[in-house]
Each structure stands twice: as C-alpha cells, then as structure tokens.
C-alpha cells in the first residue's frame, strides 16, 4: 500500500522535475484520469478537487513572503486542478493569488469563483482589477448576505457577460434554512457550503436538493478546519483505504466527501504546495462506494 510518506515524496520528486519538464510532470502525476464533475446547468466539467484561500492561504497572503502561495498555485494547476475559490472577506487572498496567477501566466486557465458581501457592484469592479480577468467565471453571495438586494446584481453582470456562473454560500447553521429557500425559488447555479465526513448536515437536503434543482456545489472546509486532522494524528491509515485509492487521510476525508454525486468540486485551503500535491491525489482513482462510505463514517465517529 501506497504511504502517505511514500506519496508525498512522490510527488516532491515529480515537482522538482516541474522546470525542466513540465509535459514530463503531468504525464506522472496522470493527469488523464483526474476526476471531474459537470456544471449542471452547462455539462462544463471541473476538477474535483482545488484550491480554498481563507485559513491559512490568507494567513500567508498577508504575509511579506508570498512564494509559498506561488509554489501552491503552480502546484494545482501542474496536477490539473483549476477551481480557486477566494473573496474579498480573505484579506490580501484574492489581491495577492491575482497578481501571482498573472505573473505565472495561469490566470486564464483557472475557474476563478469569488464573492460578494457588501456593495456588490464595488466589490465586483475590484475582483476583475484584481484577478485580471474580463470575465469571472463564478461570483457567488458570501454567507447569505442580503441576497435579496444583490442577488439582481449578479444576474445583471451574467446577462452582460461579465459573469459566467452566479450562486450563494453558507458555512452557518443558522444560514442552512435560507439556503434551502434560495435554492428552491431563485435560478442560481452554484452554491457553496460547508461538508465534511463529521459534518454531513448537507446530506440531509441540501445536496439532495442540489441535484434535483440542477445546481452545481462547491464544498469547503473539507477537514472540518483540521478538526479531522487533529482526530486522527498518530494513526495509520486503515489498509482497506487502497481499496479506493487514498494513499492519506486528506485522500481518505476528500474521497468521502467527492463520492457524493452531488458535489461539484471540493476547495480545501492550503499554503503548503506538498499538501496541494496530496489534495489532487483525492481526485483520482477510485471513489468508495455506499457501503464503503458506512465503514468510513464508522472509523471517523469511533475516533476520540
């Protein structure tokens, strides 16, 4: 069985090839067969796993030394991860990813989803500035904020074409019912929530509901925030994860989580470019199937 020091190496190994051969880098990393997952309201398909910027990306983006974040974007995109989700409430994230995903030159290969909280229209003028873009691929209302008054401003911008796809999120409980709301009576097409192996509130109705109104979903905090990591720090990774291909427990958290066939794409955040590398080992190969899925949820709740 693959270890997640053996992987991990791995993927050290392959990225210091990144200079010299790039095509080289991507034939390793086995780029073909990535996951995906179709926007349902286009059939476009995004990578399964990609890239948050709040925690600790935006602890780094405010930082004097940004080069761990340069190293994370390559990282992603050299292993054919594109969705970068950020906002403006992630301090210097979206200011500063923007400015090195302009230098690298990646800036038009990413799905670029930000978000509004506040003065839409101000905020909107300051993320194309920032992300250098003519067109923001995703532009979703953050936590729920005023939806009634912004949410016309969203679908203004996707009418001119400046905006391609249009949602809300929510990491709040309290939040969860107003979601559902919007859901069902607004034609959005993305939504992004919190989801994780020991927070599966969304399997109840908001991922079924997902699906059945054809919207796309975007999941954060993955980990619980390293809830899980702290969970299982010490422990060996059960022999049975080989079985659906997760050579570490962030693999073995992102599979359950990407297993349901209603998530659209997974944004763990991270400054640390081997954690990128072991987070787009989860969009690949194989995904647990149901009752693999009861047998991880039991692990996870027989856990202190």
């Known amino acids: 069985m693959i270890t997640r020091r053996s992987w991990l190496q791995r993927m050290a190994a392959a990225a210091g090839a990144l200079a ?20 349902p309201s286009t059939g476009e398909r995004l990578p399964i796993v990609g890239l948050g910027s709040s925690a600790t990306f935006a602890q ?3 930082s004097e030394d940004v080069a761990a974040l340069r190293a994370v974007l390559e990282r992603m995109t050299a292993l054919g991860g594109r969705v970068f989700d950020t906002a403006p409430a992630y301090g210097a994230a979206e200011e500063v990813a923007g ?22 229209r101000r ?18 209302i953050h936590n729920m904020a005023d939806v009634r008054g912004q949410l016309p401003i969203l679908r203004e911008y996707k009418q001119q074409g400046r905006v391609r796809y249009i949602g809300v999120t929510t990491t709040f409980e309290g939040q969860y019912a107003e979601l559902e709301q919007t859901m069902r009576n607004e034609p959005i097409d993305f939504i992004g929530t919190d989801y994780a192996i020991d927070n599966r509130h969304a399997e109840e109705t908001i991922l079924p509901l997902a699906r059945d109104k054809g919207i796309a979903v975007l999941v954060y905090a993955p980990f619980g925030r390293r809830r899980l990591f702290r969970r299982v720090a010490g422990r060996s990774l059960p022999e049975w994860a080989a079985e659906f291909d997760a050579a ?8 359950y989580v990407a297993s349901h066939p209603a998530v659209t794409a997974i944004t763990p955040a991270t400054s640390r470019p081997e954690n990128m590398a072991d987070n787009m080992g989860g969009a690949r190969g194989r995904l647990p199937d149901e009752a693999t899925r009861k047998r991880m949820i039991e692990l996870v709740e027989a856990l202190p």
């Open 20 to 39: 010299l051969d790039p095509p080289a880098l991507l034939a390793q990393a086995g780029k073909a067969d990535l996951i995906t997952r179709a926007i």
């Open 60 to 62: 780094a983006a405010g």
């Open 99 to 120: 400015r090195i995903a302009q230098e690298l030159g990646i800036a038009q290969r990413l799905f670029w989803a930000t978000k509004v909280n506040a003065a839409a």
């Open 123 to 140: 905020q909107l003028e300051t993320s194309f500035r920032r992300i250098g873009k003519p067109v923001i691929d995703l532009v979703q």
């Open 248 to 255: 570490s427990w962030a693999q073995f958290f992102l599979k």
